[in-house]
């Protein structure tokens, strides 16, 4: 099991490393994948329901419509897939996302029951911080996983 927070309570997370022994100068972005994960943690997600449901009695519906109300309990992000020019292997996933401890970036993908919400193919721009945007601040309303996944994906080429 991962140390890592989200790997708790998200989509059974792998670590990967390079899979090939080329430089890293080798390897190249081809493809963006905007992902969604449910929780795999069913006592979390019950506890995610209840708030939503609560929160939507408690404004009267209005969670519902801010912002298109609260997310359902699944968890969005972009895995980057790598590969290599020199051997043409496939190298490595990245996986860019934003939790409640803030942005990460990691070698590694979840594997859990995904669900494609869109993907294309990229030009094949070598540079990983180009992909990593904005703030660490989480905010569930306006700042939350999907605004970040969308946004990096978007950015993407
Ligand atoms: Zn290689």
Same mark, same amino acid.
């Given at each position: 099991m991962s140390s890592a927070k989200s790997a708790d309570k998200w989509g059974e997370w792998e670590s990967e490393s390079h *899979?090939?022994?080329?430089? /890293?100068?080798?390897? $190249?972005?081809?493809?963006?994948? /905007? $992902?969604? &994960?449910?929780?795999?943690?069913?006592?979390s997600s019950l506890v995610w329901?209840?708030? *939503?449901? $609560?929160?939507?009695?408690? !404004?009267? +519906? /209005?969670?519902? !419509?801010?912002?298109?109300? /609260?997310?359902?309990?699944t968890h969005d992000y972009v895995? %980057?897939?790598?590969?290599? !020019?020199?051997?043409?292997?496939?190298? &490595?996933?990245?996986?860019?996302?934003? !939790?409640?401890? +803030? =942005? =990460?970036?990691r070698k590694g993908r979840y594997t859990y029951k995904l669900h494609v919400k869109d993907r294309k193919k990229l030009l094949g721009?070598?540079?990983?911080q180009s992909f990593v945007l904005g703030t660490n601040d989480y905010n569930l309303i306006s700042s939350n996983c999907s605004h970040y996944a969308r946004a &990096? %994906?978007?950015n993407a080429e």
């Amino acid at each position: 099991m991962s140390s890592a927070k989200s790997a708790d309570k998200w989509g059974e997370w792998e670590s990967e490393s390079h *899979r090939c022994s080329c430089s /890293l100068s080798e390897v $190249y972005p081809y493809e963006a994948i /905007l $992902y969604e &994960v449910p929780f795999t943690n069913p006592v979390s997600s019950l506890v995610w329901d209840s708030f *939503r449901s $609560y929160m939507s009695s408690a !404004t009267h +519906g /209005l969670s519902d !419509t801010f912002n298109g109300g /609260l997310k359902p309990a699944t968890h969005d992000y972009v895995e %980057f897939r790598y590969n290599c !020019t020199k051997c043409n292997a496939k190298a &490595v996933s990245v996986v860019v996302e934003k !939790t409640d401890d +803030g =942005k =990460k970036v990691r070698k590694g993908r979840y594997t859990y029951k995904l669900h494609v919400k869109d993907r294309k193919k990229l030009l094949g721009h070598n540079n990983l911080q180009s992909f990593v945007l904005g703030t660490n601040d989480y905010n569930l309303i306006s700042s939350n996983c999907s605004h970040y996944a969308r946004a &990096v %994906f978007d950015n993407a080429e």
